[in-house]
């Protein structure tokens, strides 16, 4: 159990075997055999483990229960091999904290993963990707009016929804958890219409069959989902000779689609065409905004779920303090200090 832990620790951390030996003052050997079950360390080496992973010493002594299929990255993805096992190491320890709270909660509050009516699907051509999608807001009975909050709507059903602090080369990662939950993992640090439009992305590696190029029919998939056809249509017409940036950028908050993905999807509607579209793009790479774009970004999704019922499970007096700051990753104080700085103040002691 300790040695799963270093090494998921070490994984998290980014290091190798060697660069851990050397911040603990032991040889890359003694770490290999901590590992592996072979060895155990001393109380010494444990606080200095502790201190070079930045993780607490209960750390090493909580069993590993949850196992992770290994993700695909995006083809293309500039990350390398070392980047990719931390951002899978530390999926792995937030997913099995976020199992434990769902077990602590009451068993009606835990929500299971089924795939929706007619799911997965197999899908073949571009206008299979469009009706797929109004069925999927229909199964999930979402209408077809823009989704305000898709994180929410994801964890509402079953879906365990992760927002992690990593490089520019990272966008968002899909994998299984214990085989049978469903997890997704997108950047924490990117604007909401970017976020979310991987979020849909990533959806429809769980949902969907495709038999053709499978990014590209994610990417459309994702657009449908976020703005229904019939939907962009009433807001833009049938056809248009040209788009306001002001225009696009109301939308973007709208719909939480951002103004370029508005013009891709107005070119897939038959709404713009080619010379309107290239036009449009040639005007936003002029002006730089298809690295940033213009006006007040959307602001990300944070999942709140597994925060939320750690809150309820403390006022509940279920679990300690220290035991919400275990699942938690951080103390409550800290929790609620930043809980504060991002809504306005809100009062950040501790409840009566």
Known sequence: MIGERIKQARRMACLSLRELGARVGV??????????????????????LSEALEVGVDFFLQPVEVSVSRPEFRKGSRLGQKRQDSIVA???????RSIEVEQ????????????????????????????VAVDLRHAWQLGLDPIQDLTEVFEEHGIRVGAIDTEPHFDALTLWANET???????????????????????????????????????????????PASAARMELGNRRRRLDPIELHMLKHKYGMSMSAWIVRAHQLGIISDSVAKSLFATFSKR????????????????????????????????????AKELLGRSLEDFRKEFSKNHDGFPAGGHN
């Open 104 to 131: 602590l909660m009451a068993p009606t509050e835990s929500v299971a993963f089924r795939q929706p009516e007619g799911f997965p699907r197999k899908v073949s051509t571009l206008d299979d990707l469009e009706a």
């Open 90 to 96: 530390r999926v792995e320890n937030w997913i099995a």
């Open 27 to 48: 040889s890359h050997q003694a770490i290999a055999k901590y590992e592996k079950g072979e060895d155990i360390p001393s109380s010494g080496v444990l606080l200095r």
């Open 288 to 323: 730089g905004w298809r690295k940033e774009e213009p006006g007040d970004p959307l602001p990300s999704e944070t999942p709140a779920r597994m925060a939320r019922h750690v809150m309820q499970l403390v006022a509940d007096e279920v679990i300690s303090e220290r035991r």
């Open 181 to 227: 939950i469903p997890v997704i993992v997108v950047r924490a640090d990117i604007p909401g219409d970017r976020q979310r439009l991987s979020l849909a992305h990533e959806l429809g590696h769980i949902l969907l069959r495709p038999a053709g190029d499978e990014e590209k029919m994610m990417q459309r998939f994702a657009g449908a989902l976020l703005v």
